[in-house]
Each structure stands twice: as C-alpha cells, then as structure tokens.
C-alpha cells in the first residue's frame, strides 16, 4: 500500500539529519534516512519512517506549524468538515439579479479541491481558506458573463482554481424580449389558426410580416393586417418566412390549416 493511502496528507520525503529522530523505544534513527510528515484523518500529525513507523522529534523546534497550532486548539474534530452546498435559485433571488455565493478549500487536502458553501459557513473552520463573490444571475447575457468572469478573476487571487471553477452563465436564465415573443409567434404559425385573443399579439405577428395594423374577424378574433386579404396577401407574396433565429416557414403550411 502506497503511504499516500495510509494518511489524509503526505508531505515529503526528507531525510533525516544525526540524533533527529528517534523510535517509540528510544532507539534513533539513522542519518540520511527518508522521513515523511503525515496527517491522519483524525487530524493527528506525525513523522513516519519509509515503512510507516511513527518516529519523533528529539528537538521541539522541529514541531510544524500545524502541531503548534493543535496543541493551542485541543478541541479540533473532524465534525468542523463542511459540506458542499449549491444555491436554489428563486423568484425572489432572480428578481434581485445577484446572489452572494462562498466557496472553501480544506487546508489539508492533497488535491486541494474547492467545494461551494453556505454562505453562512463562512470562517466556521480554522482548516480551510474562504472566498466570496456576488454572482449575477439575471439581465443582459453578455453582461451578466463578463461581470461573473471579473468575480472569478478576483476571486482567484484569494483562492487557486477559482478562474475556471465555474460556468460565467450558470444559472443565467435570458429574458424574454420583443423580438424573442414575436420569434416565438412566428415559430407557432405553423399550428396556428391565424387568430389571437388579443389585437397586441396579432400585431406583434404582423410586425414580424411586414404588416401594420389588425382587423377583427366575426367571433371577435383578431388577425394580423389592417385586412384581411392584406393578410393573405402577404403569405403568397413569399415563399417562405424566416424568423430572427433563422427557422424557416413555408407559408404554403401556413395556410394549410387556416380555414380559408
């Protein structure tokens, strides 16, 4: 089994200056020896020998920084481990554009390996380094990706591998504009009676045909067209329609099932 499977962290080999170490029965161990310091998943730290044998410093000044730190903090558990947790975007988050999101890395961690967390969790372990950043998630596409890509960018000076952590647009959902509804009526034509409940609808389809004006049919309908033959007119004028996003109708099926 490789050391690396035995402990939570390796760091090492080194080798061993005279009188450095010593065995568990106070016999030394040899200069020039490999040593490693390890960290095991109960957070005890300590030095090994090339087998696993746990040997120990003769001279405290040989303590890390970490040994230190856990002789101050004699109450360090493995439930201070964060859990990773990704936000549920809402209504209400959407409509105030932005959330506040928070990412931590686990400070002995070979892989060094982030993880998104409540934002709330935010400095409740000593063992891990943090980062914040406020993410947009509605508005403009293109800003919206270059305001998040500048918060990544900041985010990675604070911690490493934030750069290309996350997709600039996640959770971006695009609004619906004008020209996207009208796009949208001019796709459904195809099953479309050629009426609409409401004259701004029938309008917006006219529009998009070259068409101004409505007219209203017998059952209160409205179609596209100050008139009626306006409307027709239109379709045969063309072979076919194309709309903003390049779907193409042949207005030959446009009147298929139009009922006239």
Do not use: C
């Amino acid at each position: 089994m490789a050391i690396n499977d035995e402990f939570e962290r390796v760091l090492g080999p080194y080798k061993s200056v005279k009188h450095q170490f010593v065995y568990q029965d106070g016999y030394p161990l040899r200069e020039d020896r490999l040593v490693y310091l390890v960290y095991t998943k109960d957070k005890i730290e300590m030095f090994v020998d090339v087998d696993t044998q746990p040997i120990f410093a003769k001279n405290p000044s040989d303590k890390t920084l970490f040994s230190k730190y856990k002789e101050a903090k004699d109450n360090l558990q493995r439930e201070v481990y964060l859990k990773s947790s990704q936000p549920i975007i809402t209504d209400t988050m959407r409509k105030k554009n932005s959330i506040g999101r928070s990412f931590a890395k686990y400070l002995l961690d070979v892989d060094k390996s982030i993880i998104e967390i409540d934002t709330g969790l935010v400095g409740s372990s000593d063992v891990y380094t943090y980062v914040s950043l406020q993410w947009e998630i509605s508005g403009i596409k293109e800003n919206v990706q270059k305001k998040n890509t500048e918060s990544l960018e900041v985010a990675e000076e604070e911690m490493e591998g934030m750069r290309y952590y996350l997709d600039p647009l996640e959770f971006y959902i695009g609004e619906e504009t004008l020209e996207s509804k009208k796009q949208t009526l001019l796709e459904r034509l195809l099953h479309n009676p050629h009426t609409y409940g409401h004259q701004s609808d029938a309008s917006n389809v006219g529009s998009a045909l070259g068409l101004s004006g409505t007219h209203t049919m017998p059952d209160g309908s409205v179609m596209p067209g100050a008139t009626h033959q306006q409307y027709l007119n239109s379709l045969r004028r063309n072979n076919q329609i194309t709309t903003s996003s390049g779907t193409s109708i042949p207005t030959r099926n446009l009147r298929r099932n139009s009922g006239y």
